[in-house]
C-alpha cells in the first residue's frame, strides 16, 4: 500500500490574496507619537479609507488620499511598501457609496499584491476599533494608540490589542492519495472545499486539525503538516493551511456542518470539476491552493 506523503511546505510557493505582507509594518517605531503624527503632513496620495467592509478601488489599486483630503476617523500607519509614501489608513464608520466603492472581498480578488496587503491590514484595523470601543476590563470608553495598533484605558489603564482569530483548514488526504472533500451543509449541490473550524482556547493547531475532521466526517488523522497561512481579514481571522493524512476512510458526516463529504482521486476530479458536478472556491482561497497543490496543477472551474 503506498504511502500517503503530503507536500513538502519548504518547496511550496504560496499563490492566493493575503499570502503575505507585502508591506513593512514599521512596529518598531510606531509607538513614537511625534513620528506618526508628522507622516500625516506627507503631500503625496498615501491614505487608505476603509471601514472593514469597503474600500474604494480605482482601476485594479486601492484608491489613495493625500492626508489634507482624508476624512476624519481613527488614524492608523499601515507602513512601507514600494518605497514610496509610508501608507496610511483612516477607518471610518461607513465608506460612503461612491464610484469605486466595493466590499473588502471583491477588492481582495482585484487588487495588486501591495494593496491587498494593505487592505487587509487597513480592513483588520477597522473591524477590530469598530467592535472594541470599551475596556473589556472596567468598561470605559478607550482611545486608540501606538498608530492604531492598541487602544488603551484612560480609566484602568489597561492596554489592548488587535485580536486575530485562528482557524485551522486542512486538505484530508488518504493512503493511497485520495483527497477528502466536504460540502457544508448551508451550500448549494455541487460545491465542495476542504474542511475547517475555529482554534479552540488552550488548543494546538495540529490539535484543531484532528478535533475539526473527527467531528465533522467522523475521520482520525495521524499525520499533519503544515502548508502555509493566509490573513482572512473578514472579519478578523488567519486561516492555517495544512495536509492531513487519515488513517481510516469511512466518512461519517456530523450533518450540523457539513451534510456531504467524499474521497476523490485526480482522475475522478478532473472529470468531476470538468462536467461542472462539483466546483471548487475560487482562486483568492488557501483552499484552492491546498488543492491544487494536492491535485499538481489548475482545477478546472470554481464556485
Ligand atoms: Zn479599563
Known amino acids: 500500500m503506498p504511502d500517503a506523503s503530503p507536500p513538502d511546505p519548504r518547496t511550496l510557493t504560496p499563490e492566493f490574496a493575503f499570502a503575505r505582507a507585502w508591506h513593512d509594518r514599521l512596529g518598531l517605531?510606531?509607538?513614537?507619537?511625534?513620528?506618526?503624527?508628522?507622516?500625516?503632513?506627507?503631500?503625496?496620495?498615501?491614505?487608505?479609507?476603509?471601514?472593514?467592509?469597503?474600500?474604494?478601488?480605482?482601476?485594479?489599486?486601492?484608491e489613495l488620499l493625500p492626508p489634507s483630503q482624508a476624512p476624519p476617523g481613527d488614524r492608523a500607519v499601515l507602513g512601507e511598501g514600494d518605497g514610496g509614501p509610508t501608507y496610511l489608513a483612516v477607518l471610518v464608520d461607513e465608506v460612503p457609496e461612491q464610484s469605486g466603492r466595493v466590499s473588502t472581498r471583491e477588492a481582495a480578488a482585484a487588487l495588486d499584491p501591495l494593496g491587498g496587503s494593505l487592505m487587509a491590514h487597513a480592513a483588520g484595523l477597522a473591524n477590530w476599533h469598530r467592535t472594541h470601543p470599551r475596556c473589556a476590563r472596567c468598561g470605559a470608553e478607550t482611545v486608540a494608540?501606538?498608530?492604531?495598533?492598541?487602544?488603551?484605558?484612560?480609566?484602568?489603564?489597561?492596554?489592548?490589542?488587535?485580536?486575530?482569530?485562528?482557524?485551522?483548514?486542512?486538505?484530508?488526504?488518504?493512503?493511497?492519495?485520495?483527497?477528502?472533500?466536504?460540502?457544508?451543509?448551508?451550500?448549494?449541490?455541487?460545491?465542495?472545499?476542504?474542511?475547517?473550524?475555529?482554534?479552540?482556547?488552550?488548543?494546538?493547531?495540529?490539535?484543531?486539525?484532528?478535533?475539526?475532521?473527527?467531528?465533522?466526517?467522523?475521520?482520525?488523522?495521524?499525520?499533519?503538516?503544515?502548508?502555509?497561512?493566509?490573513?482572512?481579514?473578514?472579519?478578523?481571522?488567519?486561516?492555517?493551511?495544512?495536509?492531513?493524512?487519515?488513517?481510516?476512510?469511512?466518512?461519517?458526516?456530523?450533518?450540523?456542518?457539513?451534510?456531504?463529504?467524499?474521497?476523490?482521486?485526480?482522475?475522478?476530479?478532473?472529470?468531476?470539476?470538468?462536467?461542472g458536478s462539483v466546483r471548487l472556491p475560487g482562486r483568492l482561497s488557501i483552499s484552492r491552493w491546498l488543492i491544487e497543490t494536492w491535485y499538481g496543477g489548475e482545477v478546472p472551474g470554481n464556485w
Open 145 to 275: 494608540a501606538d498608530a492604531g495598533h492598541v487602544r488603551r484605558c484612560p480609566v484602568c489603564q489597561a492596554s489592548h490589542f488587535p485580536r486575530t482569530d485562528p482557524a485551522v483548514i486542512m486538505l484530508v488526504i488518504d493512503s493511497v492519495d485520495r483527497a477528502l472533500l466536504g460540502r457544508q451543509r448551508v451550500w448549494p449541490a455541487g460545491r465542495f472545499s476542504t474542511l475547517a473550524g475555529f482554534v479552540e482556547p488552550g488548543e494546538a493547531l495540529e490539535d484543531a486539525v484532528r478535533r475539526e475532521v473527527a467531528e465533522e466526517v467522523g475521520i482520525t488523522i495521524s499525520t499533519v503538516s503544515y502548508g502555509a497561512s493566509q490573513a482572512w481579514p473578514f472579519p478578523s481571522s488567519l486561516m492555517v493551511g495544512f495536509f492531513a493524512v487519515a488513517e481510516g476512510t469511512d466518512i461519517d458526516v456530523d450533518g450540523v456542518e457539513i451534510a456531504e463529504a467524499r474521497w476523490v482521486t485526480r482522475e475522478q476530479l478532473t472529470a468531476l470539476a470538468a462536467g
Open 29 to 62: 517605531v510606531r509607538g513614537d507619537d511625534d513620528w506618526a503624527t508628522g507622516l500625516w503632513k506627507q503631500n503625496e496620495p498615501c491614505v487608505v479609507v476603509t471601514d472593514g467592509r469597503h474600500v474604494v478601488l480605482d482601476g485594479e489599486h486601492l
